[in-house]
């Protein structure tokens, strides 16, 4: 019996023929950053998986003389059994052909409230792949076989595209009266390598099924300047992240690429625990591919993990990077890296072209939550308000009422470093009483234990033509926003 994706991933696979197949369709949907090759572990893995699938592949394309004898082995095996319910057996496998076509076709449809949310741009390897699973469930198998022959021609190292052409070949074996062979079902279950091509498939189907409600954005998006053409949004629980354009009308849903986060998950608190970092980043440069290993892929964006707010609450480690695959890998298992977000390469080659090193906003969530742009503009009035506080003290000279803007432990990042409440005096100096018009704001909120706005303006006093830019850290405390981190950026 082939090594079946579409068979043992769905929670019914107990049935041996075609139609199991068809309901099977239905389930199945560096140091990272660091240069010194710290996953490959999960690279091995990964290849593993790749040669599962390559032998299922092959398995699948062995002669029907060949597949009707191993099937006819396992019946003998199971003789009296397969006698006494065959007439069952064929009957049920009739039903469950139309009902689990059916299913899979729906489970891999967008809900109607999704409808206008883009699953990725035509014609990637992944939108191919999700159409020869529509395909497949609604009984259109040899159109599907088709697709999905190209689909691997196209993209020969996508492991997981091969092995649902090696199901969807050995689905073209007429079937016997053979009942399935379970042993073999339950091991191909315990193997890791074709759990995480399951896991893989499902994630990705998910993605499919559960759209971002239209005309919505992630919750930490309150305002973004139009500085920042582009905004990066991870949801770590469905292997998914999302691009925006940022347009005239607001952020806009423009692509969502299946991604890999860390072999122990999310929420990073340490140097070498394998977990990709939670919080609001900024991309801080981006890696020539001619300067890395192969092992990166296309290219690499490192991140400013640990922010201000990762230093305050004592997060360690770094060289936390959005980076491609090996030319031998397509893809790579949901939980694989050692904190990186792993993407493919031709995903990475589109990103690549499109982020703003030092404006493109990346939010790594452990699940995003959507909200509309009201109630994003709603969300932002308390920290709007500290905002505009904050800049009326400082262009009056009211030290004393400047102070209550900042927490004890206060730092500045800047060519001459600040810290406390010297900053204060600083400011006034810097203000000489001038009024300040600020412009380009950006407001990216985090909870997380804390409540956290990360806030980026530009700055110009009265007569002047330029000023600073700046990214301030601010932090909740009961109902008052608190000053505890900025950076002067130019």
Request: proline share 5%.
């Amino acid at each position: 019996m082939t090594a079946s994706l579409l068979m043992f991933a769905a929670p019914g696979a107990a049935l041996a023929s075609n139609g199991a197949k068809a309901a099977g369709s239905k389930a199945s949907s560096a140091k990272s950053g660091s240069g010194k090759g710290a996953e490959k572990n999960g690279g091995r893995a990964a290849r593993s998986a790749g040669a599962g699938a390559g032998r299922s592949a092959a398995g699948a394309r062995a002669s029907a003389k060949e597949a009707r004898g191993a099937r006819a082995q396992q019946a003998q095996a199971q003789s009296q059994q397969a006698a006494r319910g065959r007439k069952n057996a064929q009957a049920a496998d009739s039903r469950a052909v139309a009902a689990t076509a059916a299913t899979a076709a729906a489970s891999a449809r967008p809900t109607r409230r999704a409808a206008a949310a883009p699953i990725q741009e035509a014609g990637n390897a992944e939108a191919r792949l999700i159409a020869v699973y529509e395909m497949f469930g609604r009984g259109q198998a040899r159109p599907a076989l088709a697709k999905a022959r190209d689909l691997v021609r196209d993209y020969p190292n996508f492991q997981l595209a091969q092995l649902v052409y090696g199901d969807l070949l050995a689905a073209q074996v007429p079937p016997t009266n053979a009942l399935p062979d379970t042993a073999s079902i339950a091991k191909m279950r315990g193997n890791p390598a074709m759990s995480d091509l399951h896991e893989e498939s499902r994630r990705r189907l998910q993605a499919l099924r559960d759209r971002p409600p239209p005309n919505t954005v992630p919750s930490q998006f309150l305002a973004l300047s139009t500085r920042s053409r582009y905004a990066i949004a991870v949801d770590a629980s469905r292997s998914r992240l999302y691009l925006f354009e940022n347009t005239d009308k607001g952020l806009k849903l423009t692509a969502d690429y299946y991604i890999s986060v860390g072999k122990s998950g999310t929420d990073k608190l340490a140097e070498g625990d394998a977990r990709t970092p939670l919080g609001v980043y900024y991309i801080t440069s981006s890696l020539d591919p001619k300067s890395l290993k192969d092992f990166y892929g296309a290219g690499a964006l490192p991140i400013n993990y640990p922010n201000p707010y990762d230093v305050r609450r004592g997060r360690t480690g770094g060289g936390i990077w959005l980076h491609g695959t090996p030319p031998q890998q397509f893809a790579r298992a949901p939980l694989a890296s050692d904190g990186c977000v792993v993407m493919a390469n031709p995903d990475l080659k589109q990103l690549l072209r499109k982020v703003q090193i030092g404006a493109t906003p990346v939010v790594t969530a452990r699940s995003l939550q959507w909200i509309t742009p009201p109630q994003a503009e709603k969300e932002s009035q308390s920290i709007t308000s500290a905002i505009n506080g904050w800049k009326e003290a400082r262009a009056a000279g009211n030290e004393a009422q400047l102070k209550k803007f900042y927490l004890p432990e206060f730092q500045r990042s800047s060519k001459k470093a600040t810290e406390g409440i010297a900053a204060v005096d600083d400011e006034v100096k810097y203000a000489q009483g001038k009024r300040v018009q600020l412009k380009d704001l950006s407001y990216l909120h985090w909870r997380d234990g804390d409540d956290t706005m990360v806030v980026t303006f530009g700055e110009v006093f009265e007569g002047d033509r330029s000023g600073r830019s700046r990214r301030q850290y601010w932090l909740r405390q009961g109902s008052e926003w608190k000053l505890f981190h900025e950076e002067i950026l130019g």
